[in-house]
């Protein structure tokens, strides 16, 4: 699925492009919107962005894992090879300190990610503290057209700013776009 992000003026204009995305099957799990006031997205009922997907959480314990299997198995390794402990070492054993690495990892990352904006949302910064609303709506590869000559054509003042991959890379630093 492609990620397509707008940048919209007001609250007016997303009420607007909400109906016609519904109306071409695209359901609220796959529009989100991103504002600095989440209380004028509730009393218009506009689907905003989960936590989930304003910070960096799931991103950071994706990075959190990677990092702590690889320190579980640098560090079976070494006991393996440095020690005499390693020598009779289960692979129980071996399984289960590569667990808590791996375990461990993945809290800390999560736990970093909680006060990280999420690197997908992050380029738009500073156009949402400018008041300014970001819609992320995920679509089909075979439905992108369709949505960018509808947005195009009835939703001129909405831009679109970017469009990037739907699933989290635990590589990417931010998310690169393309128009």
């Given at each position: 699925?492609?990620?397509?992000?707008?940048?919209?003026?007001?609250?007016?204009?997303?009420?607007?492009?909400?109906?016609?995305?519904?109306?071409?099957?695209?359901?609220?799990?796959?529009?989100?919107?991103?504002?600095?006031?989440?209380?004028?997205?509730?009393?218009?009922?506009?689907h905003g962005a989960t936590f989930l997907r304003r910070l960096d959480v799931i991103h950071s314990m994706e990075r959190g894992l990677l990092g702590?299997?690889?320190?579980?198995?640098?560090?079976?390794?070494?006991?393996?090879?440095?020690?005499?402990?390693?020598?009779?070492?289960?692979?129980?054993?071996?399984?289960?300190?590569?667990?808590?690495?791996?375990?461990?990892?993945?809290?800390?990352?999560?736990?970093?990610?909680?006060?990280?904006?999420?690197?997908?949302?992050?380029?738009?910064?500073?156009?949402?503290?400018?008041?300014?609303?970001?819609?992320?709506?995920?679509?089909?590869?075979?439905?992108?057209?369709?949505?960018?000559?509808?947005?195009?054509?009835?939703?001129?003042?909405?831009?679109?700013?970017?469009?990037?991959?739907?699933?989290?890379?635990?590589?990417?630093?931010?998310?690169?776009?393309?128009?």
């Open positions: 699925m492609k990620r397509m992000y707008y940048i919209a003026p007001d609250l007016e204009r997303v009420s607007s492009v909400s109906e016609d995305l519904h109306a071409h099957g695209i359901t609220d799990a796959h529009f989100n919107v991103v504002s600095a006031n989440d209380a004028a997205l509730d009393e218009q009922h506009i702590g299997v690889l320190l579980g198995v640098i560090i079976v390794l070494c006991l393996q090879f440095f020690t005499t402990f390693g020598s009779t070492m289960s692979l129980g054993i071996q399984a289960a300190i590569v667990l808590f690495f791996s375990c461990a990892g993945t809290w800390i990352g999560g736990m970093g990610g909680i006060g990280t904006e999420h690197y997908k949302i992050r380029p738009f910064h500073d156009a949402v503290a400018e008041g300014k609303l970001l819609l992320m709506v995920d679509v089909p590869k075979k439905l992108e057209p369709t949505i960018r000559k509808l947005m195009a054509k009835k939703h001129r003042d909405v831009k679109l700013a970017g469009v990037g991959s739907s699933f989290n890379n635990p590589f990417a630093q931010t998310e690169r776009l393309v128009h």
